[in-house]
């Protein structure tokens, strides 16, 4: 505190851990595992100067310095993956590692005037990357099934020869306008507008060279300047006191409120890093259907010369920064003494969400689906770069900004804070209900294996996008949350012995129990079924067949489907890759659902009093308390022997003890 009208605050912290075997390919252990070597620093400070009792001004400033090494146990074997088996080999997305800093400057004006209260501010930040990106350069091998791992019969081999590393720097500004109207003593209105820029470094690694350009690649993508964002809001505390609704409005114990707002995200990180492996920067050649090469890598050029058939992978130069439209509508009432029911609606549309679009897709006609449906031979027809629009360039991969949501929600709220009398007067109760659902066109466009496992990142037919909207991997249709900390009332036979009070006094439990639907999740067979070079594609579908769930728990944990999804196979039983013409399998995504969650976290504390001013508390929390099982969603690929299985780790109980002494 330095001066009556000024306030200075300091932060320094460092964290560093070093983890092992926590990334890159956990499926074997530790053989094609690897460490994280994280280094964390923060520094903030804050000033808060008061220069009249009704203007006072804030400002804060923070520097985050993030160092994350991620060494592998194996930096040499290729990544290989069979399709809808396992991989072998680190992931194909390392070595990587990264060295962030971060600045960032806000200040906040607020001036209250009658019955008005203004802010004025602004949030700069400034991020300064070096990211280590040696994405594919172990090489990767593509197998469609287990049958073609045997006989070396590869689909693919890729193998960047150049590291796609970079130095960025981007400055992020918003700048906001706001204001509290109190417009009557039981109304006040929200008022605000802010705006919203950001520069794309290096335009995220658009075109810039005349081959490439001419040849189906973006532009560098071009800075979206116009993010401007309103905001909505309300306030009203009705006062009717008769009247049919005055039990529910009267004593100024009701609060309306609801409001909109226009949200804004930050395109930086994770899309400077997936489009900064093309030429000149990456050469990464590709050899189609590698026959008896595994283990040894497949010779591909890697001098950085022009190759029209090399993989692109770029963003749109019309490329749009996401927005949210958020609204909502709530009321809350106080029921006697410290009781409280809310309930209301909350939704929001999203526009502009980043997906991933093929701009050179390959196309398989009928007859050649037939071909090979007839033959079982994949190399019966043209291969996949044979089949492209434009056969003279290669894949053309769009980190597009294209994608939408909509997602609608219901919610009840009940609280009882802690007060009154009897054996539950310390009982502090809340208790949450929400009835949702959220549809999308797309879950996630750059990989997250969780996510992608049971929706995946690309769309089944790049030139039928519409048919990819439907219920998210993100909804949950059902969602509960039991809330309570009860303070133990001591008893009434201890209460005037010292020993006894401090064996039954001070004991408190507290917890939350929750329950959520299951994930949806998509039937995939497993395979590039539709011949358009990419993955993401479905079976076809007779409704007519049994869909047999789990016969202990009576729901999607495992589950067998004897003739109801449909795909052409071999001899062998395996399934065809190229064997369904476009648009693919008539399922759609995400159809079915895992099996609801249940989980109760709980915590016991006992408060020992040695003195006035000396105590000791121990406290043990069980995190999944009675050992609930989370199934998440059993394997949906057909190309799996194990499909309709389920082979997660369902979780277990953890236990932790601590200890504090206060004097």
Known sequence: KMGDNDNFTFRYSRDAGYFINQISNTQFSDIFAGAQNLVDQNMALSQTHVFS??????????????????????????????????????????????????????????????????KFGFDIRHIHLFNQAA??????????????????????????????????????????????????????????LRYETANYPFGFFGATDAQSLAALVPGPSKRDNNNFGPAIGFNYSPRATSGPFGWMFGDSRTVIRGGYRKNYDVLFYNILTV??????????????????????????TGAPVFNPLATYVNSPEDLKVPESHIYSLTVQREFGNNLFLEFGYSGSTSRNQVNQLQANNAVLTEAQA??????????????VQAR???????????????????YNAGFISFNRRMGGDGLLRNLDLGFHYTFSKLMSDNDESLGVGAITAGSPQVPQDFTDYEAEWSVSAFDRTHRFALNYVWEFPTPRFAEGNGFLRRVFGGWQISGVTTGTSGQPFTILTGVDTNGNGSGGDRPNIDPDAPLIVDPVTGNLRTFTAPGRFLVPRNAAGNILTFSMASPGGNLGKNTLRAPAFFNTNLGLQKRFYIDETRRFTIRAD???????????????SLSSANFGGNLNDWGGRTITVGGKFTF
């Open 135 to 192: 994405f594919n350069t172990k090489g990767t091998f593509a197998f469609a099934n287990f049958a073609n791992f045997i006989n070396n019969l590869g689909t693919s081999f890729e193998q960047a020869l150049q590291v796609a590393s970079f130095d960025a720097r981007q400055w992020q500004q918003s700048y906001f306008v706001q204001d509290d109207f109190r417009i009557t003593p039981n109304l006040t209105l929200n008022l605000g």
């Open 275 to 300: 489009n900064a492996a093309n030429f000149p920067r990456v050469v990464t050649g590709r050899a189609d259907n590698p026959v008896d090469t595994f283990p040894n890598v497949a010779p591909v």
């Open 53 to 118: 009792s009704n203007v006072v001004n804030e400002f804060r400033a923070s520097y985050v310095r993030r160092n994350l090494g991620f060494p592998e146990n194996d930096p040499v074997t290729p990544t290989t993956g069979i399709t809808g088996f396992f991989t072998i080999g680190g992931l194909a997305n390392f070595p990587q590692g990264r060295v962030q800093n971060s600045y960032q400057f806000n200040d906040t004006l607020s001036w209250l005037t009658g019955r008005q209260s203004f």
């Open 622 to 636: 069980f995190l999944n308390a009675f050992n609930q099982d989370n199934y998440g969603i059993p394997v949906n």
């Open 370 to 383: 037939a071909l090979v449906r007839s033959t079982g031979n994949t190399l019966a027809i043209p291969s």
């Open 388 to 406: 492209r629009e434009f056969p003279q360039f290669g894949p053309r991969v769009l980190i597009a900004s294209t994608a939408k949501a909509n």
